[in-house]
Nanobody, 121 residues
Framework: QVQLVESGGGLVQPGGSLRLSCAAS????????MGWYRQAPGKQRELVAV???????NYVDSAKGRFTISKDNAKNTMYLQMNALKTDDTAVYYC???????????????WGQGTQVTVSS
């Protein structure tokens, strides 16, 4: 069994910063790509940032220059540092990971439960 648990969301004023964390736990053999998604009310879930096993990264255009995705392989934890936050960044943020569990050659996609980020004055 694998769990992804997000933390670090909250209420912040425009221009402020937040750091999200996503901790993966359970019978993990390997983690490939990990990513952050977000879903605002009435909108589709969108990919915000992704980090690959070689630590290369990719961002949605609206996040470039403001957000930084990173990971700590030893802790199976991924982070999203969000700076210069805008009201348009308000959404539920979800983490996602492509994981192979111990004693199973199958790779599966797992999701966290989401953490609310609200940017408002």
């Amino acid at each position: 069994q694998v769990q992804l648990v997000e933390s670090g969301g909250g209420l912040v004023q425009p221009g402020g910063s937040l750091r999200l964390s996503c901790a993966a736990s359970g019978s993990i053999h390997s983690i490939n790509v990990m990513g952050w998604y977000r879903q605002a009310p009435g909108k589709q879930r969108e990919l915000v940032a992704v980090i690959y096993s070689d630590s290369s990264t990719n961002y949605v255009d609206s996040a470039k220059g403001r957000f930084t995705i990173s990971k700590d392989n030893a802790k199976n934890t991924m982070y999203l540092q969000m700076n210069a936050l805008k009201t348009d960044d308000t959404a539920v943020y979800y983490c996602n990971a492509y994981i192979r569990v111990i004693d199973n050659s199958e790779w599966k996609t797992y999701w966290g439960q989401g953490t609310q980020v609200t940017v408002s004055s």
